[in-house]
């Protein structure tokens, strides 16, 4: 696949993501000051991701990382970004000579380069998170507005490249060592700065929306910048003939899975491999334009010791298509691996609001 | 590149878009505010002890500051900062004795005005500095007559030679006292001397040049655009998908008050975002008219300007009627449409 991840925030919470080392699948948070996930902080009150982010030079922030499956020679990350005013003087705490970090590109815990924003509000690329720079824009962003910040890097210690797009626009590139550990790759994208919990009074709030990750290799398509794209959200609002779980309570299944933040008070259940649930979905809230991707989320734990397996399933005219199986633990995680760039039934390209197709869950093993 | 690098009067928006203009903000806890209080004529920036304001501006090695200031109590205060990114090559400071001082970013005063200013009353200074570790200039005017004339001084703090924001505003913590910005010019090194800045704003539509769609229940297209402050999505014009290439130009209003004198620069703000998804941007445009030998047949396209999903201001400075290539006049102000056009 090139379309590795993306994200919305949508259908979460800040516990999901901070509380017993990350329930998120591969999206977990190292440093989880200050980190919030609310309607408040997206594009067009849609849900985004709030950090206090700073420095490298500054103690207190928060950062989400994302886990990637396989290791990258270059990977394309895109999100909406802005920049909120503090409410206090930077000055004061001395952050304000420092840059602010958005995207580090990671192998296991080393930073290869990282895309930060500086105190004139340029761009600027750097070899690993602190090392030399790369790259500084003459563009500057203003503080209060959302940017679709792309950020695309060749790992190398002798023919690293990279290019730094805005709203479509290139606006830096260049080239150097992007290279820090002693392997050529990236496995791992972190939004905000890394770092323990300190004793900062003072910083800068960064929000994000949107966010996908490519890689450029394997597939033909989405291999490269794909531009401002808009990610939501769609939670059951119906059940489907076919219903085969058991609901924890009373005889209606999508009433157990629709929650806007996982509640796991209601939820359906199944002992039986086959089994499988179907339901409908609301409708997109921007019908127009291409589907690039669909991803399946399913908020789920095993009961007891053993192999319990799920996958999501899409259903369009009777025929249904899976995803990879997802194995449980007795902790409840998102599993979401499945990015389908095209509907599985067919292969074909997703209908543009996604009319007549059912998504659901399989007991797969 | 061109000697003006950025004007504003503060007339035609609101506090809350400060940031869709300036860069960015920072208060303690009162945020800077855009105020009939803190203008000459007009609005004006009122920023209490603790707020300030933030433009940033291309990289340059010698920048001036002109602007209208007052103040409301004497206290030793920054009132605007040269940096290279996070760090203070130099600064103005008002000191409580009255006199402005230039500082260097580590404390060292420079120099000292002889004027000594009083409160509640406007002047309008110029801060001049060219950064450099030994062969540094600064020069302070008020209201256009020389205060200091500083050559081989060290105005540089950080590695580099250079400034690329212009911060108005004291940064330490403070209750009381306030002070009054407005019409600021920032160029890479003109002295301009005393300047005012007017607001124009559309006031009727230019046949054949209409071309997106009026959303919001204005009556026409210049209606559409012609806040005092920007309302957004509440009344706007829209260029459907299919419309690229699409042209409004407007009328405008005369200057309301022609003072004399030559006149640096005009501006053309717009006021713009885009949609979800694909690149869009448009080109700020100039229609001038037949004044100063322009044929009054000919519209002028920038260069293109590329938007976000955020309401913001895209702006573009003319230094010269593109029309004759001479200095603007009133007369070919008030001739002049203006507009956008449509370009991805």
New interface residues.
């Given amino acids: 696949m090139s379309l590795l991840h993306i994200e919305s925030f949508e259908g979460y919470d800040r516990d999901t993501v901070i509380l017993n080392g990350g329930k998120y699948e591969n999206w977990m948070s190292e440093s989880s000051e200050d980190l919030v996930i609310s309607n408040s902080y997206g ?2 009150s849609s849900t985004g991701l709030r950090l206090f982010t700073n420095s490298y030079t500054f103690t207190q922030r928060g950062s989400v990382t994302r886990h990637l499956n396989g290791n990258y020679d270059t990977i394309i990350v895109g999100a ?1 970004i ?2 909120d ?8 705490t001395g952050n ?3 840059h602010r970090t958005i995207f580090a590109l990671a192998d296991g815990s080393t930073i290869q380069a990282a895309l930060s924003i ?5 761009l600027q690329v750097t070899q690993g998170e602190s090392g030399s720079v790369l790259g500084r824009s ?1 563009f ?9 910040i792309e950020f695309k890097c060749l790992v190398s210690n002798t023919a690293g490249t990279f290019e730094v797009k ?4 290139t606006r830096l590139t260049g080239g150097g060592d992007t290279q820090m550990s002693a392997d050529q790759y990236i496995n791992a994208i972190r939004l905000g700065a890394e770092g323990a919990f300190g004793t900062g009074s003072s910083g800068r709030y960064v929000r994000f929306d949107d966010v996908y990750i490519a890689n450029t290799t394997v597939s033909t398509v989405y291999n490269d910048f794909i ?4 990610i939501e959200g769609l939670r059951p609002i119906g059940d489907r003939l076919t219903k085969q779980w058991v609901p924890s309570s009373g005889t209606v299944h999508f009433d157990m899975v629709d929650d806007l933040t996982p509640d796991t008070s209601n939820y359906i259940t199944s002992g039986t491999i086959g089994d499988i649930d179907l339901f409908s979905v609301s409708s997109l809230l ?1 019908p127009a ?1 291409s589907i690039l991707a669909v991803t399946p989320n399913m908020y789920a734990r095993k009961t007891n010791a053993g192999v319990a397996r799920i996958a999501a399933v899409v259903n369009r005219a009777g025929t249904n298509a899976f995803g990879e199986d997802q194995y449980l633990t007795q902790e409840n995680r998102y599993h979401y691996n499945d990015v389908w760039v095209k509907n599985p039934i067919d292969n074909s390209q997703w209908a543009s609001n996604l009319s007549s197709i059912y998504f659901g869950i399989k007991k797969s093993g | 590149m061109p000697s003006v690098v950025w004007f504003d009067g503060f007339d035609h928006y609101a506090s809350a878009g400060i940031t869709t203009k300036w860069n960015m903000l920072w208060q303690q806890s009162i945020a800077p505010i855009i105020s009939l209080t803190a203008g000459r004529k007009n609005y004006g920036l009122l920023l209490e002890w603790g707020a300030n304001v933030h433009k940033s501006i291309p990289d340059t090695g010698t920048v001036t500051s002109g602007f209208a200031f007052r103040f409301t109590e004497l206290q030793n205060k920054r009132i605007v900062a040269f940096r290279d990114e996070g760090v203070v090559q130099v600064y103005l400071a008002l000191l409580d004795s009255g006199r402005l001082a230039i500082v260097r970013g580590d404390g060292t005063i420079l120099g000292l005005s002889s004027t000594v200013l009083t409160a509640l009353k406007f002047y309008y200074i110029e801060f001049n500095a060219t950064i450099s570790n030994s062969t540094g200039v600064i020069q302070l005017r008020i209201g256009g007559a020389s205060e200091l004339n500083l050559t081989l001084q060290d105005t540089q703090m950080s590695s580099n030679a250079r400034v690329n924001m212009v911060s108005f505003g004291e940064m330490t913590i403070n209750t009381s006292g306030a002070m009054h910005i407005d019409d600021v010019v920032i160029t890479n090194g003109a002295l301009l001397g005393p300047q005012k800045i007017d607001v124009i704003r559309p006031n009727g539509g230019v046949p054949g040049y209409m071309q997106m769609e009026v959303v919001g229940g204005a009556g026409s297209h210049y209606q559409a655009i012609n806040e005092i402050t920007p309302d957004s999505d509440t009344s706007h014009l829209y260029s459907q998908s299919a419309w690229r290439g699409s042209v409004v130009f407007s009328e405008y209003e005369n200057i309301a008050e022609a003072t004399g004198g030559a006149i640096p620069a005009i501006a053309v703000h717009t006021f713009t975002r885009k949609e979800y998804g694909n690149t869009r941007g448009f080109s700020n445009a100039l229609f001038p008219g037949t004044v100063d030998g322009a044929s009054g047949s000919l519209q002028y396209y920038n260069d293109p300007l590329y938007i976000e999903t955020d309401y913001a201001y895209h702006s573009d400075i003319y230094e010269t009627n593109p029309g004759t290539g001479g200095t603007w006049s009133v007369g070919s102000i008030n001739a002049l449409k203006a507009g956008f056009k449509r370009y991805l």
């Fill in positions: 594009r067009n909406a802005r920049l005013n503090p409410n206090q003087s930077l000055e004061f304000v000579t420092s500086t105190p004139s509000m340029r003459t500057y962003l203003h503080t209060g507005i959302f940017y679709y805005v709203d479509g626009i531009g401002d794209v808009r921007t334009g």
